[in-house]
């Protein structure tokens, strides 16, 4: 069985600052990741998603995430981060031909402070 | 693409009653799949079909729990002689396909007084 662990439970930062929230992920076969964000009372939103190919994925609203194989990574980054990115982030996996569910992580809360 | 629907957005029932919940996928999706999350967590997969069928089910779905898919189009959730641990938002997804990124609808909370 996969598991996802989000290291950091909440993510202070400055506008206009860099991020990374960091992703780590356990699992015995080859996976596909994913990153969604979810504001408050909402659903989640598909941020960017690691199928194959390219390691360095890019996503909606300026977000990136690269997948390291050896580390079992996928950090997220945003170069600059705005005010309306405030919410929280989860990390998912799920395994190439094995069970369809997604495995999230616990989440991080970002809070952009002006 | 209207989106995955879920109605309703909020349930407040009573400790021991029975509760359901609805899901529309987007139209063109068949699978689709439900998560509950508890505050401060992830989401937990909970169960999925394709199309009808169901083809499986977490240890977290419990023998109060059912859910249903009869044309392959909506599904339902039912949570039978509902407990207090039961109060979470209930998440409904849909994708195209097996391990293709899943849709969200915004979730049913449920509020066990």
Known sequence: ?114 | DTGVSQNPRHKITKRGQNVTFRCDPISEHNRLYWYRQTLGQGPEFLTYFQNEAQLEKSRLLSDRFSAERPKGSFSTLEIQRTEQGDSAMYLCASSFAGNQPQHFGDGTRLSIL
């Open chain 1, 1 to 114: 069985a996969q598991s996802v662990t989000q290291l950091d439970s909440q993510v202070p930062v400055f506008e206009e600052a860099p991020v990374e929230l960091r992703c780590n992920y356990s699992s015995s076969v080859s996976v596909y990741l994913f990153w969604y964000v979810q504001y408050p009372n909402q659903g989640l939103q598909l941020l960017l998603k690691y199928l194959s190919g390219s390691t360095l994925v890019k996503g909606i609203n300026g977000f990136e995430a690269e997948f390291n194989k050896s580390q079992t990574s996928f950090h997220l980054r945003k170069p600059s981060v705005h005010i309306s990115d405030t919410a929280e982030y989860f990390c998912a996996v799920s395994e190439r031909g094995g069970a369809d569910g997604l495995t999230f992580g616990k989440g991080t809360h970002l809070i952009i402070q002006p």
